[in-house]
């Protein structure tokens, strides 16, 4: 028989539905818990937005504040599962050896888990000073450019650094192992399987969508939306989005045409 | 766009209206804006210049139906020369006639300094001497003083002040129409803005001439005070902005009434000045003109297309002759330009003039109907004017977008077709270029038939402009042909920042914030190279890309921190660039460690280089700012600062120049070992030498900018150094991926006896994105924008104290596009960093004699290519935006002058790029071939 690569198909769509959704429903209303959707548009007053658009644009720092709260949760789920998924995928051998090996894993789940929120702050600094050199304002606003790059932190550094670990510069085996996955990954962007695909491609679209999301600041149209950081933190998250259901159909695609010609070739044996 | 057309005609028929005046002195405060003398002006007022000039206010309250105040509308062009032309002819002076104003010519046409002489009436006139180059003989009294003398904020006001009183006060009253042009407050605000106390100073100083003016007025002479156009906030004008338009216009008559009581409210306008709380009245500056006309009895002028203005007229029926007058006149105006030969221009709008003045003729109407249908009859005439003179010529417009297009597509061919080309370069250049001979002939040819076949249907277009136009086309279309671009490979390595770059100028917004835009893109050009330089095979290798990379991100967003903000871009840009022109910290720029000639270069010729041209700026700040307190000092700073930075000038220029001219080389022969010549600096004998030469024009182009702009354009140096050791590092980073995925991977360690073969990767467009963009990143950071009015006339006054037409045009184009012209000059570097001067044979010709520059040329052709096709690009795109939009609101005020600067871009990049390839390229080659070509 031959091997099939462990491609959890139906559960990787559910979930990937159910993230997705559910970063959706953070974003466009979670704010409304915090700010009354009744209240009155406060500026351009004179270009009246929609009602349900009036809670999101009051205060951009409780938007992205509010966003980064849902996030965080959606997140530490996301990544648990896609860490699982990993290690499913990598271990081989009888049913018992696999569930040995995952357990020995899992003692220092833990230990990731911090290590990957730890990663996570440190990066969102990092992020804040590139935010800044692409022209962000360097000392006004510095909290709502902060809450963007926490939250562009969150949706592309998370899930990455909770599955593959920290890449540091020390030199033993471990570490140069990590490093070279993250350069294979995020640097060459060479993809080798489903599971990787789930990991790199929403990290990539987040990136992707909050430099777009810069371009309508520009715009002269005076509406309440375009206020410093609600069109990037929402492009980064609408990217996030679509890059995980790009990168599932892509997976999807792959995995049943294999599994096809598969079957072809059981057929012909 | 076309030049108002200049009917010559006079009007010869004395139709006036009794005057109330005999004489008139009209005093003309260059740039007062409106909210200088308005008496609500913004809230909050501003200490500088608000309230100030109080006179006009004062007056206008004590005596109201003497004394009147308006916000007068002064057609763009704010520019002193074709506001007078306005203020006399009562015409639209159009965008064409702006570079007029450094070579101003006469009136031709109607005027009232013409009627004034035809009435035998006296004319005298003092101050900008501007008046004396459009009326040359016209005044039989003058005392004209130098306009362009910028830094001089006193001396054209006291030349004024000097000759107006004792005019005034002469028994024998010898002028019946005196003309007073006051400087200060322009210059004020170009020097420093209308926040300053020098604008205190100088505005009290007015007030102070207008009060003793009126007191010495005798009852039979108008007094007329006005701003020939506003000022920006900045302080600088030209464009057409609120603050630029908006003029100040005050009418007082000492002696008699001019209006009973208000007059119908159907007659009068408002607006509102930006900031201030109540609208006011206001009229078209060049309502003026029939006004002063008729009060003081003259004929109005024929050519003129103003109103008289209702109030000074409001009194018995004399609105009603005065207005019918001055319909009339517009009237036969109207006629004589549709008889004239560019009388078609009119077909489209006469129906609707017929009309507007049909309805005026109408016999039931009381008094006050006829005087709105007259008024209105003379507005429609007015707007049919500003519409047509802003006319555009949609087959020319076409010629220049295909022209431009099909040149870019070419360039784009040869680009492709260059860098496919490799080694062969030679052999390619040499079976294009007899096709494109062949075009240019054949199209020259092409374009004289064309014309000749359709001579009749190509209005306004000659035989030499079809062969100028068929010629680039058809040349350009045999490239085309012959080495078609691989469409193919071009979508898949398509620039985005290019594209964007490129698209934005649809956007009015967008041009705007173009500062932004090319940070934003430049940061985005750089990330390739990034993640490159993570995925480099060595620690050296990734620390230098890395590190080199962030530091010419950091220097890039430093620089800008820098700008002079657009009126457009308020209120969300602060302009930190004069601001910050007062921190007197001169950066050297690097110096990096070279040898040979560059020894002696740096400490002799560059560092006193760098040294005088802030030395210069800071003299120049002691003394606008008042630092040492006293006015005596001003000729000896004004001395010290010329011959600096003429000292400066020549030592670059003849000097180094010469120097570097005749010793380009920086190697260093170390024979200290009697059996060895070692030479260093082999490895970078193209490109140090060639910084040399780039550092030559950047120290010419940093004398001639202010200090600010002098520390932004050090980062930009810095930028492009770390950017060079970026591009070296990905080169020899994709030189290893090569060799790695090539048969013999060994082959990266062998030291390669006879190195026969270079195999270094090529120049790429990715490697000239981001030197492209620092160009203009420094072009914005040197406090410079897209629009007329950001213009640095200060760095006319570098070489001379006065204007000279000799070199006050080279500083200024080196103060406006030098950071173009270095990014232009930077271009071959790309190709000549870190490039040995190694012997090679082209590849599979490895017989022939080894040749030295084998590789650099073709790859520095390459890059000084790619570098024109990205300036063509942007110009593509602000010329189509301009052409496409053309009707949109702010065509004058964004599109246009982007599209101007997008020429001037395309055109000292080009020229930089020539001179750098032609005479820096070529000459150190040649003196590396000379040293080189014996010994191996």
């Known amino acids: 028989m031959v091997n099939a690569p462990f491609f959890p198909f139906a559960r990787y769509t559910s979930i990937v539905g159910v993230h997705t959704s559910l970063l959706a429903f953070v974003a466009l209303f979670f704010p409304r818990m915090f700010i009354d959707d009744r209240m009155e548009q406060s500026s351009s007053k004179d270009r009246p937005q929609h009602p349900f658009l009036v809670a999101l644009t009051t205060s951009p720092t409780i938007t992205v504040s509010s ?203 | ?296 009895g003259l004929p109005i002028p024929f050519n003129n297309l103003g109103t008289v203005i209702p109030e000074l007229f409001w009194r018995n029926s004399r609105l009603l002759e005065a207005l019918k007058l001055n319909a009339f006149q517009i009237r036969d105006y109207l006629k004589a330009y549709r008889d004239s030969a560019s009388g078609g221009e009119l077909d489209g709008y006469w129906d609707e003039l017929q009309r507007a003045w049909d309805v005026t003729l109408c016999k039931k109407c009381n008094t006050e109907d006829t005087l709105i249908k007259l008024t209105n009859y003379n507005r429609v005439a007015l707007s049919t004017c500003r519409a047509l003179w802003a006319q555009f010529n949609p087959l020319r417009m076409a010629f220049g977008l295909a022209v431009l297009g099909v040149g870019f597509i070419a360039t784009w061919s040869l680009y492709m077709g260059l860098s496919s080309a490799k080694y062969e370069w030679n052999a390619y250049l040499s079976s294009q270029l007899p096709n494109c001979m062949r075009g240019i002939a054949g199209g020259a040819v092409v374009g004289l038939l064309l014309f000749i076949g359709l001579e009749e249907k190509l209005e306004g277009i000659d035989a030499l402009d079809c062969i100028l136009f068929a010629a680039p086309i058809f040349s350009s279309l045999a490239l085309m042909i012959s080495s ?102 001169p950066p050297l720029p690097v110096s990096r460690s070279e040898l040979g000639l560059a020894q002696t270069f740096i400490p002799v010729i560059l560092r006193p280089a760098l040294l005088a041209g802030s030395g210069f700026w800071l003299l120049e700040w002691l003394d606008s700012a008042n630092v040492l307190g006293d006015e005596g000092w001003t000729p000896l700073l004004r001395t010290a600062r010329t011959w600096l930075a003429r000292g400066s000038f020549t030592l670059v220029f003849f000097v180094g120049g010469a120097l570097w001219y005749l010793i380009p080389l920086c190697l260093h022969f170390d024979k200290s070992q009697a059996k060895q010549v070692k030479v260093l600096g082999f490895a970078n004998a193209y490109g140090s030498s060639y910084l040399l030469l780039w550092t030559l024009a950047f120290a010419l182009v940093y004398n001639a900018s202010q200090l600010s702009a002098q520390i932004a354009l050090g980062l930009g140096a810095l930028a492009l150094v770390s950017f060079l050791e970026v591009v070296d590092g990905v080169r020899d980073v994709r030189y290893m991926e090569q060799v790695f995925a090539s048969a013999t991977p060994s082959a990266v360690l062998q030291q390669q006896p006879n190195p026969a073969v270079d195999q270094s990767p090529p120049v790429r467009f990715a490697d000239i994105i981001p030197v492209a963009l620092l160009g203009l990143q420094m072009f914005f950071a040197t406090g410079h924008q897209s629009t007329i009015s950001s213009i640095q006339w200060k760095a006319g006054f570098i070489l001379t104290p006065t204007a000279s037409y000799m070199f006050a045009p080279i500083t200024v184009v080196l103060n406006s596009f030098g950071p173009l012209l270095l990014a232009g000059l930077a271009a071959p570097l790309l190709a000549l960093w870190n490039r040995p001067p190694m012997m090679a044979s082209v590849p599979g010709r490895e017989n022939t004699k080894p040749e030295l520059d084998v590789k650099v040329k073709g790859e520095t052709t390459v890059a000084v290519i790619g570098m024109m096709l990205y300036y063509t690009s942007l110009l593509i795109g602000s010329a189509v935006s301009a052409a496409v939009l053309r009707r949109h609101l702010m065509v004058w005020k964004v599109f246009a002058p982007r599209f101007m600067a997008g020429v001037a871009g395309v055109l000292f990049v080009d020229l930089a790029a020539l001179i750098g390839f032609c005479i820096g390229f070529s000459r150190i080659t040649s003196k590396i071939t000379f040293l080189f070509q014996g010994t191996s």
């Open chain 2, 484 to 585: 078609p671009p691989p469409i193919l490979a071009s979508i898949r390595s398509l620039p985005i920042p290019l594209v964007l770059h490129t698209v934005a100028f649809f956007s009015n917004s967008f041009t705007f914030w173009e500062d932004r835009l090319v940070l934003y893109l430049g940061l985005t050009s750089i990330v390739p190279f990034v993640l490159t330089g993570i995925k480099a095979p060595t620690t050296r290798l990734r620390y230098r890309i890395l590190g080199f990379s962030l530091l010419y991100a950091v220097c890039v967003r430093l620089m800008a921190i820098s700008t002079v903000c657009r009126e457009e871009q308020q209120p969300y840009c602060h302009v930190t660039f004069y601001a910050s022109s007062t921190l007197p910290t």
């Open chain 1, 67 to 269: 966003m980064i709260l849902g996030v965080v949760i959606l997140q530490a789920w996301w990544g648990g599962w896609i860490r699982d998924w990993l290690i499913d995928y990598s271990l081989h051998g009888s049913d018992d050896s696999r569930r040995l090996d995952k357990a020995k894993i899992n003692e220092r789940k833990t230990s990731a888990f911090i290590n990957a929120w730890a990663a996570t702050l440190v990066v969102s600094f990092a992020f804040h000073f590139i935010i800044v050199l692409f022209g962000a304002p360097i000392f006004s606003s510095g909290l709502n450019t902060y809450l963007l790059s926490l939250l562009i932190s969150l949706l592309s550094v998370f899930a990455p650094t909770y599955t593959y670990g920290t890449p540091s510069l020390s030199s033993d085996t471990e570490s140069m192992a990590i490093r070279m996955t993250w350069t294979r990954l995020f640097a060459e962007f060479s993809i080798r399987s489903p599971v990787e695909r789930a990991i790199v491609y929403p990290s990539a679209g987040a990136i992707i969508g909050c430099w777009l999301g810069a371009i309508p600041i520009a715009l002269d149209w005076d509406r309440p939306w375009q206020a410093w950081p609600l069109t990037p933190a929402f492009g980064g998250l609408l990217g996030y989005i679509l890059a995980s259901i790009v990168a599932l159909t892509i997976s999807a695609i792959t995995a049943l045409a294999q599994e096809d010609i598969r079957r072809e070739r059981l057929k012909a044996l």
């Open chain 2, 1 to 296: 766009m076309k030049k108002t057309p200049a009917l010559t005609e006079t009007t010869t028929c004395t139709n006036t209206v009794p005057a109330t005046h005999t004489r008139a002195v009209v005093l003309i405060i260059d740039a007062l804006r409106f909210d200088f003398v308005s008496p609500n002006p913004q809230t909050p007022p501003s200490p500088y210049h608000h309230n100030i000039l109080t006179l006009p206010q004062e007056l206008t309250k004590a005596r109201p139906r003497h004394s009147f105040i308006f916000n007068a509308y002064s057609d763009p062009p704010t520019t002193t020369l074709q506001r007078i032309k306005g203020l006399t002819t009562g015409s639209l002076p159009t965008f064409v006639d702006l570079g007029n104003n450094f070579g101003a010519s006469s009136i031709e046409e109607d005027s009232i300094i013409k009627q004034l002489g035809l009435a035998n009436k006296t004319a005298a006139f003092m101050g900008d001497d501007t008046w004396m180059s459009v009326f040359p003989d016209s005044f039989e009294i003058s005392f004209p003083y130098d306009s362009f003398n910028v830094e001089d904020l006193h001396t054209v006001d006291e030349g004024v002040i000097k000759h107006l009183f004792p005019l005034l006060e002469d028994p024998t009253k010898p002028f019946d129409f005196l003309v007073g042009h006051f400087l200060g407050v322009d210059h004020v605000g170009h020097r420093v803005g209308p926040d300053h106390p020098s604008m205190k100073t100088k505005l009290e100083q007015m007030n102070d001439v207008l009060g003793r003016v009126v007191d010495l007025l005798d009852d039979k002479t108008l007094l007329v005070v006005l701003g020939d156009h506003g000022m920006d906030r900045t302080g600088d004008h030209g464009g057409d902005g609120e603050h630029e338009t908006s003029s100040a216009l005050w009418i007082y008559s000492k002696g008699p009434e001019l209006s009973r009581d208000a007059p119908p409210s159907g007659l009068l306008q408002y607006t509102t000045f930006p900031g201030a709380s109540l609208p006011h009245r206001s009229v078209q500056q060049i309502d003026i003109l029939p006004t002063i006309s008729l009060l003081l």
